[in-house]
């Protein structure tokens, strides 16, 4: 069952966007940052996502800048009768405490957008088809919370074979601790580069501390 899901195509005249070393095309993925992180014990969330909003902010320029696809991937909250720009509304609401971040990462009118049900941007939603069409195999993840959904997206984007990069100073957590496990686990399972975001090449080689002894779905075994 694929959720809502749309957004303003790109122009067939615009650049292709960034390619990786072997012309592998990337994507930019916010994931939940329309948020209105309305529940019991959300202050050290609201905190980290405000510190995290503007390092999102400059890197969803520069993919906007080399055309690189922007694509909004965010929780319904449970609203079955809603659509985005009605979860945009709902979010920055001033009383939300997340009001702040999504006023900051509202969304532009090139880039695309899609719910989700649950915690992964895959499960039961139209990304992968979207990033077919666009001929995307990088995807960089940016957004809440590090340790759930950005973690369970990591995990179903190395499954189907995309190269991840997950920049740590663009996620968030109810702590510095969950986010740095989380990041910890990606690096080693999904292979993720998780340096900082302007260390991040769009089109360049990315890095990963555990590739060299990490085994992936699609690799060959190591000779024993």
């Given amino acids: 069952m694929a959720l ?21 095309k990337a994507a930019l993925l916010l994931i939940d940052v329309i948020n209105s992180f309305d ?6 969330l609201v905190r980290a996502a405000e510190q995290a909003a503007p390092k999102i902010t400059a890197l969803r320029e520069r993919c906007r800048q080399c055309a690189t696809p922007v694509i909004y991937v965010n929780d319904n909250f449970g609203r079955w009768r809603s659509d ?22 509202v969304p532009g ?14 499960f039961c939603t139209a990304l992968e ?3 077919q069409q666009l001929k995307v195999k990088r995807l960089v ?6 340790n759930i959904c950005v973690l369970y997206t990591a995990n179903d984007a190395h499954m189907r074979g995309y190269e ?11 702590s510095p601790d969950l986010t740095e496990r989380a990041l910890a686990q990606m690096e080693l399972v999904s292979c993720a580069d998780t340096r900082q975001s302007s260390l991040l090449d769009l089109s360049g080689e990315w890095r990963n501390t555990h590739a060299a002894s990490a085994r992936g779905p699609l690799s060959e075994p190591r000779a024993e």
């Fill in 164 to 174: 991840v990069a997950v920049p740590r100073d663009c996620t968030a957590s109810n």
């Fill in 4 to 24: 809502a899901s749309g957004g303003a195509m790109t122009p067939a005249s615009a650049p292709s966007g960034a390619e990786g070393v072997e012309g592998e």
């Fill in 39 to 44: 529940f019991e014990g959300c202050e050290g």
């Fill in 84 to 105: 985005f720009q009605a979860t945009v509304a709902l979010c920055s609401q001033p009383e939300q405490p997340g009001s702040g971040v999504t006023r900051a990462l």
């Fill in 141 to 146: 993840l940016v957004g809440f919370a590090t």
């Fill in 129 to 131: 088809l979207l990033l």
């Fill in 109 to 122: 009118k090139d880039d695309y957008f899609i719910l989700k049900p649950r915690h992964s941007a895959f």
